[in-house]
């Protein structure tokens, strides 16, 4: 098989894959314009013939859709901003004084990120109650989801600083700068990138969270739009296109940070962040 055959063989098996992974989203995005008896339609249709895009509206209102989505928010900033500021001076720190103990430590820490949270969340959760953290549930579920995801970001971030030449923070120890100094000025802007792409993973991790904050936060007013979307469920549940509606309202805002940022993402996938 030539060269050109080959590729146009990878290339054809690389439009089908994508086209299976991305047909479920496809499928919410259509089931949500589509009527009641169009849903339960036999065969399916592909397209709605007629496009009910009032559901949007309905369950903005009726699920006070802006509530949920603003909740996601506080939770997901509050952990990416915990994790980065106490992850990032960790993994320079790793990255710098290396060792085989460092490695293995991270090694077994890292395989904690193995365990479900459905297994972490009853010690965590007697543990909090037991420091009254449960009085404030929004930031109990973001050092929640912080503790979890830690390892993960560090590592990641770790290998970005590994892939700046440590000879450039000596020159600037040098030149008169201090250890502290030559961090911000010379490795920070370099492992910029990695740390963005590992930021981004963590945020959309923690805008998806479940498990944590359907166990801790139990007013209403405070839960985020993944607890807000399991409320839809039941034994009698029939209203999908409300569902997906709402799902729809949920994926799109993480789907547009993505393609906005997927030049930086992918910049900092090649800097090393995730070698």
């Known amino acids: 098989m030539s060269d050109i055959n080959r590729n146009r063989l990878m290339l054809a098996i690389a439009i089908a894959m994508a086209a299976i992974y991305l047909f479920p989203l496809y499928w919410m995005y259509i089931t949500a314009l589509k009527s009641g008896s169009e849903m339960f339609a036999t065969p399916p249709s592909f397209w709605p013939s007629s496009p009910q895009w009032s559901t949007y509206a309905y369950v903005w209102e009726s699920r006070n859709m802006g509530r949920y989505l603003w909740n996601s928010l506080v939770i997901a900033l509050g952990s990416v901003a915990l994790i980065t500021i106490l992850g990032v001076g960790c993994a320079y720190v790793l990255a710098r004084y290396r060792s085989i103990w460092v490695d293995i430590g991270l090694f077994l820490i890292l395989m904690l990120q193995v365990l479900p949270a459905s ?85 959309m991790q923690a805008f998806g969270e479940f498990v944590y904050a359907k166990s801790m936060i139990q007013a209403a007013e405070l839960q985020p739009a993944s607890v807000g979307l399991n409320s839809f469920m039941g034994p009698n549940t029939n209203e999908w296109n409300n569902i997906m509606a709402y799902a729809t309202m949920y994926v799109t805002p993480i789907l547009a940070i993505f393609v906005l940022l997927q030049r930086r993402i992918v910049s900092g996938l090649t800097s090393g962040a995730l070698k």
């Open 119 to 203: 297994l972490m969340v009853t010690p965590i959760f007697v543990g909090f109650s037991q420091l009254g953290m449960l009085n404030y549930p929004r930031l109990a579920v973001i050092i929640a989801i912080a503790a979890k995801s830690m390892p993960f970001f560090v590592v990641l971030v770790r290998a970005t600083f590994m892939a700046v030449p440590q000879e450039l923070e000596e020159a600037a120890l040098v030149d008169g700068n201090s250890r502290i100094g030559a961090f911000f000025t010379i490795v920070l802007p370099l492992a910029r990138n990695g740390i963005l792409v590992s930021a981004i993973l963590i945020f």
